[in-house]
């Protein structure tokens, strides 16, 4: 059984920062792509940023040059770095991994249960 469990979020002002954190654990042959997705009320969940396992970065427009994203490969972990952080961005901020559980499993998405960032003006 894979989890994804995140850690970071909060209440910030805006132009302030935070870290979001996220770890994949359980029975895993192989993670690929991780990233951040977020969703605020009323809307789709959207993408933030992804990572590879390469460390190839992708951000969505309104994040770029504000979040940066990492990985660590060896602890199956994620970080988002936030800062200039906007009340636009707040919303509810969900780890994603695509990974394989054992060489013979398909390459499957799994989901973090969420965490709450909340930027005030």
């Known amino acids: 059984q894979v989890q994804l469990v995140e850690s970071g979020g909060g209440l910030v002002q805006a132009g302030g920062s935070l870290r979001l954190s996220c770890a994949a654990s359980?029975?895993?042959?192989?993670?690929?792509?991780m990233g951040w997705y977020r969703q605020a009320p009323g809307n789709e969940r959207e993408l933030v940023a992804f990572?590879?396992?390469?460390?190839?970065?992708n951000y969505a427009p309104p994040v770029r040059g504000r979040f940066t994203i990492s990985r660590d490969n060896a602890k199956n972990t994620v970080h988002l770095q936030m800062n200039s952080l906007k009340p636009e961005d707040s919303a509810v901020y969900y780890c994603?991994?695509?990974?394989?559980?054992?060489?013979?499993?398909?390459?499957?998405?799994?989901w973090g249960q969420g965490t709450q960032v909340t930027v005030s003006s």
């Open positions: 359980g029975s895993i042959f192989r993670t690929n792509a």
């Open positions: 990572i590879t396992s390469l460390g190839s970065t």
């Open positions: 994603n991994a695509k990974l394989r559980e054992r060489m013979s499993s398909p390459e499957r998405d799994y």
